[in-house]
Each structure stands twice: as structure tokens, then as C-alpha cells.
């Protein structure tokens, strides 16, 4: 995937718009918006053109994430629109992802999550809307603290069932719905 037109402004821009529109106008994440609104969420475009180039950047995020306040910044996207674009290569990319987390001795502290364009869930058809949960403008790696998430997930009752109604969301919403969102 080529994209030598698109500026580090365009990404972040797109970036947010999805955020905006669909991560937190969905309500897929309920956790989102607050941090999205305090201006909380760090916005990373690596140039990377290979896996080695990435991994680099990520290392380097998540040490930045590690070592930084929580009121500078309490979560990061790391979005990499010029490597990674087919899913599978993605998501093969995710064990080097985690193994960085530990030889940085970061597990437990950080956690990654995982957003593609082309996002497929394990089990699920091509077409499912489910994996539109995790479907973003770029490939994205989202790092996360650990304490934040123990915190969100203490606040909110019910946590398991967010994945359940995110699904029956995107089913009810459909691809044209979608589309439209965008």
C-alpha cells in the first residue's frame, strides 16, 4: 500500500474522524471519549516501509508511553499507513508486537490492541460486520496502559457484555450504514 500523498495531518486527521464518528459516536469503547476529550490520546505516524522500521517505532512508543505522565498522555496510536497493509502480514506482525512489550519488560504495564482496515476476527467471514469493530482507516497498533484499563473496567458494570452489544451495533448498522459514517 503506497500512499505518498497523504500528509501525517491527513492520517491523524482520518484518524479522528474515526474515532469521532465511530469508536466514540458508536460507543464502541465506552472508555474512548473521556480521554479523547482531555486530549489524552497521542497520535503516532510511523513512515516505516517494513516490519524491522516498525518495530523500531513501536519500541520506541511504548517506552515514550511508558515513561510519560498520564496527564501528558495516557494511551497511544501508533498508526503505519505505508507497511502492513494486508491483515494477515498485520497479524502476523502482532507476536513480534508483544515480544517487544516483554524484552522491554513492559508486560503488565502496557498492553497492544489491534485496529486494520481489512480486520478479520478468527472464525468469522470476510463480510461479518462484527469485525468493523476493529476496522480502522490505517493500520494501527494501540497501546494502552494497564492501570488505565484496570480503572475503566472498574468503573463500568458489565464489561463483558460491551463486545455483545458492539456486535449487534455493527449488525444493526450494516455495511451501507457504515459507509455512511465515514
Avoid at 32 to 39: C, F, H, Q, R
Avoid at 71 to 78: A, N, Q, V
Wanted: glycine share 4%.
Amino acid at each position: 500500500m503506497t500512499l505518498p500523498s497523504l500528509t501525517e495531518e491527513e492520517v491523524i486527521s482520518a484518524t479522528k474522524s474515526w474515532l469521532e464518528k465511530c469508536v466514540i459516536g458508536l460507543n464502541l469503547c465506552p472508555f474512548a471519549n473521556p480521554v479523547y476529550i482531555k486530549g489524552l490520546i497521542r497520535f503516532v505516524v510511523s513512515k516505516a516501509r517494513s516490519e524491522e522500521a516498525l518495530l523500531v517505532d513501536l519500541r520506541l512508543a511504548l517506552e515514550e508511553l511508558a515513561q510519560a505522565s498520564r496527564e501528558d498522555f495516557d494511551t497511544t496510536l501508533l498508526i503505519h499507513p505505508y507497511v502492513l497493509s494486508d491483515f494477515y502480514d498485520y497479524n502476523d506482525f502482532l507476536n513480534p508486537a508483544e515480544e517487544a512489550l516483554t524484552r522491554l519488560a513492559l508486560e503488565g504495564v502496557l498492553q497492544i490492541a489491534s485496529f486494520h482496515p481489512n480486520y478479520l476476527f478468527a472464525g468469522r467471514s470476510e463480510k461479518d460486520m462484527s469485525n468493523y469493530t476493529n476496522r480502522s482507516p490505517y493500520p494501527m497498533l494501540h497501546l494502552l496502559r494497564e492501570d488505565s484499563i484496570d480503572e475503566a473496567l472498574e468503573s463500568y458494570p458489565n464489561t463483558d457484555e460491551i463486545f455483545k452489544r458492539n456486535i449487534k451495533t455493527m449488525r444493526k448498522l450494516g455495511l451501507e450504514g457504515w459507509k455512511a459514517l465515514k
